[in-house]
């Protein structure tokens, strides 16, 4: 079985015998160390907290038992945002982030579908999200400290929440950075469990990277967590990766794992065609 706790246990004790090192998204931007040494073999590790947040505090305790720490993002909704769980995940030693989503939200509220916008109208949503991302960061900061942030992106929505960053700064906000804006993928290799597999860039509608092409060329591309495993013991890996995990999808319940391989296959169909209709 994979997407197992016991299998993520598996992987980063893995990755930490290769001579990786663990990094949240904030250190990076910092250059704590001897991050910003392009030589040195390090992960930036990132979990998407979608829902379910007491899979993210399961898996925030295996890697502090393991001696690491990485980024968590919560969603500003029910599903995702549980303050005793981002204040135990923060105990830890753990960043937590906004995982933003408010063009989604916004267009929701104001009723407004992406093909019928003019610019005028949509300088109103984006100045709307605006608006209301800076309201949630502010509830968001009276838990954790935020200093960085990443988008949320839904495939059923026709918008891209990174899109109010084309007229307003998250600096100016206090904050130090957005992975999509922020890391040069070119120096990072980036593997994400989107799909609930490692290669669910054929049906990623938002998680994409313009260097796919190059590392499925050269022969980065894994479909299970053996697979990476296999090749971090075989020195197979790039030296510098970020690594995305969205913690719903791990577990050792053979009911939530069932259900969750069930349900994520029947998303990628759809997403599938989201991305053809797209193309």
Known sequence: MDFTFYKYRVLV?????????????????AEEGDVANGSNKVIILRHDVD??????????IIEAEL????????RMVPE???????????????????????????????????????ERRKEELIDYAYNEFCENLGTFRKTYPVSTICMHGSPQSGFDNKDIWKKYSYKQLGL?????????????????DTGRCWNGYRFSVRDKMPQQEQWIKDG?????????VRAAHANAL??????????????????????????QNIKNVVKWFVVRRGR
């Open 13 to 29: 004790k893995t990755l930490l015998s290769k001579g990786f090192s663990f990094i949240t998204f904030a250190d990076f931007l």
């Open 51 to 60: 829902i379910k947040p007491q899979n993210s505090l399961a898996t925030a």
């Open 67 to 74: 001696g690491i720490k990485g980024s968590y993002y919560f």
């Open 80 to 118: 995702s945002f549980d303050i005793e769980i981002i204040k135990q995940i923060a105990s830890l030693g753990h960043e937590v982030g906004y995982h933003y989503e408010t063009m989604d939200t916004a267009s929701l509220r104001l009723n407004v579908k992406r093909e019928k916008l003019n």
């Open 176 to 192: 130090l950075g957005e992975p999509y804006f922020d890391i040069d993928f070119n120096d990072f290799f980036y593997l994400t």
């Open 220 to 228: 980065l591309v894994f479909s299970r967590t053996s697979d990476i």
């Open 238 to 263: 790039p030296p510098r990766i970020m690594i995305t995990v969205h913690p719903q999808r791990w577990t050792n319940s053979p009911l939530a794992w069932m259900w969750e391989l069930l349900f």
